[in-house]
Every structure is written in structure tokens, then in C-alpha cells.
T-cell receptor
Framework: GQQVMQIPQYQHVQEGEDFTTYCNSS?????IQWYKQRPGGHPVFLIQ?????EVKKQKRLTFQFGEAKKNSSLHITATQTTDVGTYFC?????????????FGQGTTLQVKP | DVKVTQSSRYLVKRTGEKVFLECVQD?????MFWYRQDPGLGLRLIYF???????EKGDIPEGYSVSREKKERFSLILESASTNQTSMYLC???????????FGPGTRLTVL
């Protein structure tokens, strides 16, 4: 079935360093969504990418969708302690008129002040 | 704002008990989801419902069933709870297949 693989599982960075998490699929994705889960919280939607090669930015966060629509990445420039949490990508490829929401394993980011 | 609520934040049950986890959303969403979250395993889809009385199995449906009698409510049922079902359970909803998922706060279930 649908499956997305996310790496790395954990990342520790010094505040101010950059961070990147990668999401890969063996099948072509229709669209991909990114979520952030703060410690003790629930996942919160960040963004959705739909077009091949799409790049979107939210302040220090840059999201990319691969040309073949089989991979995606989230890059954070100059991390801050507020960036701490687990970042998930999610496959929202439709099946008929419906669509499951399938998540990767997540990347947990720790930021040392 | 969409509000997704779950019946309990914390729940402790005994092995063999029947457990009901309730999820309610207030935005008339068609799609509702149940996930369990375990360290290192991410969010795994248990069941998905795309309309009243309609459901699809996710990746790990064994030991679970669901009920969706009304559009706003999606229930997860553990027919006979086991210790390996101790986990965080998260409910989500969305309007259409291409739309964002909105999550409830989660229920941390412990089965003793």
C-alpha cells in the first residue's frame, strides 16, 4: 500500500544551525503535506505541495516537492529553540473519490540553545 | 477554526475490557481518521471513514473496529483490550481528500 519513508529519525542541532528532513516514496505522490508536532501536543498542519518541483517558503522553513513527485524535503534555516518538535510528511494521494492520509515515521528535532 | 475533540485525554483499562474512544468534529468534515502513535513508529493509520457508515482499513486494523453512525462522530472500539494496545490514539478529520487533516488532542490509553 501507500508508504512514505522519512529520514533521519532524530536530529540534534545547535541553535542557529540548519536542519533538513527528507521524505521518500516508491510511488508517485499526488500531493504531500507537512505537519509539526510539539512535545506533548498533536500534529498541526504546516503546508501542502501539489505541483512537480514546487517550492514553498514559510519564514525560515522551505518546502520542496521533487520533480518526479516521489520525494519532498523540509529545510529550516538558522534553527531556534521554538523549532523543537517532530516533523511529519504525509501522503494524501487519492484512492477513488476518497483519500487516506498516510504519515511518514517523522523526524524529531532537538535544538541546543 | 475546526475543532476536533476526543472523549478522554487519559484512560486506563484492564486486559480484556471493551474500550470505546470517541472523536467528534464540528466542521461537517466528510473524512475522519484514527491513528496510533508509538515512539519510533510515527503515526500509523488504524481506520479511515469517508462518509457515514463507510470505512476503510488502514495499515494496522487488527484488534480494532470503528463506527460512524453520524457525520460528526467517529468511534474507535477495542473489542478486548490487550497490553500491546497501550498507546497514544489520535483522531483527525478533513473536508475532502486533498485538504489538510485537523487533529484532536489525543487519548493516552494504558492497558494493564
Amino acid at each position: 500500500g501507500q508508504q512514505v519513508m522519512q529520514i533521519p529519525q532524530y536530529q540534534h542541532v545547535q541553535e542557529g544551525e540548519d536542519f533538513t528532513t527528507y521524505c521518500n516514496s516508491s510511488t508517485t505522490l499526488s500531493n504531500i503535506q507537512w505537519y509539526k508536532q510539539r512535545p506533548g501536543g498533536h500534529p498541526v498542519f504546516l503546508i501542502q505541495l501539489v505541483k512537480s518541483g514546487e517550492v514553498k517558503k514559510q519564514k525560515r522553513l522551505t518546502f520542496q516537492f521533487g520533480e518526479a513527485k516521489k520525494n519532498s524535503s523540509l529545510h529550516i534555516t538558522a534553527t531556534q529553540t521554538t523549532d523543537v518538535g517532530t516533523y511529519f510528511c504525509a501522503d494524501r494521494t487519492p484512492s477513488g473519490n476518497t483519500g487516506k492520509l498516510i504519515f511518514g515515521q517523522g523526524t524529531t528535532l532537538q535544538v541546543k540553545p | 477554526d475546526v475543532k476536533v475533540t476526543q472523549s478522554s485525554r487519559y484512560l486506563v483499562k484492564r486486559t480484556g475490557e471493551k474500550v470505546f474512544l470517541e472523536c467528534v468534529q464540528d466542521m461537517d468534515h466528510e473524512n475522519m481518521f484514527w491513528y496510533r502513535q508509538d515512539p519510533g513508529l510515527g503515526l500509523r493509520l488504524i481506520y479511515f471513514s469517508y462518509d457515514v457508515k463507510m470505512k476503510e482499513k488502514g495499515d494496522i486494523p487488527e484488534g480494532y473496529s470503528v463506527s460512524r453512525e453520524k457525520k460528526e462522530r467517529f468511534s474507535l472500539i477495542l473489542e478486548s483490550a490487550s497490553t500491546n494496545q497501550t498507546s497514544m490514539y489520535l483522531c483527525a478529520s478533513s473536508s475532502l481528500w486533498r485538504e489538510r487533516g485537523d487533529f484532536g488532542p489525543g487519548t493516552r490509553l494504558t492497558v494493564l
